[in-house]
């Protein structure tokens, strides 16, 4: 396990084509269905804000959001499982939402797995409302689908 960061140390920087396979080696070690490199390639592409949390020459963690008419749906967050529970999720969730604020949106919006129970203490810690289900969203065990629950957070 890597030593515990401090917030100063650490700093964003746009996520970029050539740091898509680090991203990788973190997105699969952390999640059963990870995005692939064509998830994330396809992100930078379209021109979705995609940023990576680094300290010390790490990747902590990283998202990726889109940006709509006056809202921000984040698509993936992320925090390397070395550096979970240490603040890092929250740190990522107050820059996205401060950007969207930037942006002019008025919500931000996410879908959660309904078993990461962690997740969701997290982002109603950080101010964001249950406001409905996606039944199937997730892909889940042996072929069966996970339901999602939608979150938002006025901004």
Known sequence: MSAVLRVDEAGFEPMAEGRIEE??????????HPWTAGNFADSLRSGYQAQLLCAGGEVLGYFVAMKGVDEVHLLNITVAPAHQRQGWGRLMLEALATWSRGQGAEWLWLEV??????????????????VGERKGYYPGHGGLREDA???SLKL
Do not use: D, K, T
């Open 149 to 151: 629950i939608v979150m």
């Open 23 to 32: 991203v990788l080696r973190i997105e699969r070690s952390a999640y059963e």
């Open 113 to 130: 797995r309904i078993a990461n129970v962690g997740a969701q203490r997290m982002y109603e810690q950080a101010g964001f409302r249950r």
